[in-house]
T-cell receptor
Framework: GNSVTQMEGPVTLSEEAFLTINCTYT??????LFWYVQYPGEGLQLLLK?????DKGSNKGFEATYRKETTSFHLEKGSVQVSDSAVYFC????????FGTGTQLKVEL | GAVVSQHPSRVICKSGTSVKIECRSL??????MFWYRQFPKQSLMLMAT?????????EQGVEKDKFLINHASLTLSTLTVTSAHPEDSSFYIC????????????????FGPGTRLTVT
């Protein structure tokens, strides 16, 4: 079956630091890949997505590239802000969404 | 566009009572809605898939008689937690998938803000 593995958190960074959250997946076929963000007490918001190999999704300074050869979709941001503190979920979609366990990011001044 | 609302956002009920949670797609038609449950510091667990006008498909281990799902229209799905108990306390999140008849990515889901249920 499909599965998503992401790095365990929490990840604690200083403001303006570089962020990488690793995500790898196992799937049959050619799923779409997503990153969702969940702020405290809220539901999930789509952050970015990629629908085929080598696609790069980007939004709000975050980027992730669909790497079929390494079955990865790592999330990166060059300079994080305190407002980026949230839980980030990697997910893949075939007929339904399969989520990773989430990675909590804490950004401090 | 693509906004999903949930009501209520927070509910506290007594053990043994039933609670209904509504999920609405505000500006698009959703042929499919999903209900998830999220435990503290954990990922989302899919409970059921709800298709408009038909019975919901429940994931393994989810009691369909306890979690009643109705999807009566293209913009509304409801989840009723019947005879709630403290172990049902959780964060319930719905999502809606854009109808293939609407422009956009067919497999993209839009999530509601969630409902915090506390059973005392």
């Amino acid at each position: 079956g499909n599965s998503v593995t992401q790095m365990e958190g929490p990840v604690t960074l200083s403001e303006e630091a570089f962020l990488t959250i690793n995500c790898t997946y196992t799937a049959t076929g050619y799923p779409s890949l997503f990153w969702y963000v969940q702020y405290p007490g809220e539901g999930l918001q789509l952050l970015l997505k990629a629908t085929k190999a080598d696609d790069k999704g980007s939004n709000k300074g975050f980027e992730a590239t669909y790497r079929k050869e390494t079955t990865s979709f790592h999330l990166e941001k060059g300079s994080v802000q305190v407002s980026d503190s949230a839980v980030y979920f990697c997910a893949l979609s075939s007929n339904k969404l399969t989520f990773g366990t989430g990675t909590q990011l804490k950004v401090e001044l | 566009g693509a906004v999903v609302s949930q009501h209520p956002s927070r509910v506290i009920c007594k053990s043994g009572t039933s609670v209904k949670i509504e999920c609405r797609s505000l500006d698009f038609q959703a042929t499919t809605m999903f209900w998830y449950r999220q435990f503290p510091k954990q990922s989302l667990m899919l409970m059921a898939t709800s298709n408009e006008g038909s019975k919901a498909t429940y994931e393994q281990g989810v009691e369909k008689d306890k979690f009643l799902i109705n999807h009566a229209s293209l913009t509304l799905s409801t989840l009723t937690v019947t005879s709630a108990h403290p172990e049902d306390s959780s964060f319930y999140i719905c999502s809606a998938r854009v109808s293939r008849r609407v422009a956009g990515v067919a497999d993209e889901q839009y999530f509601g803000p969630g409902t915090r249920l506390t059973v005392t």
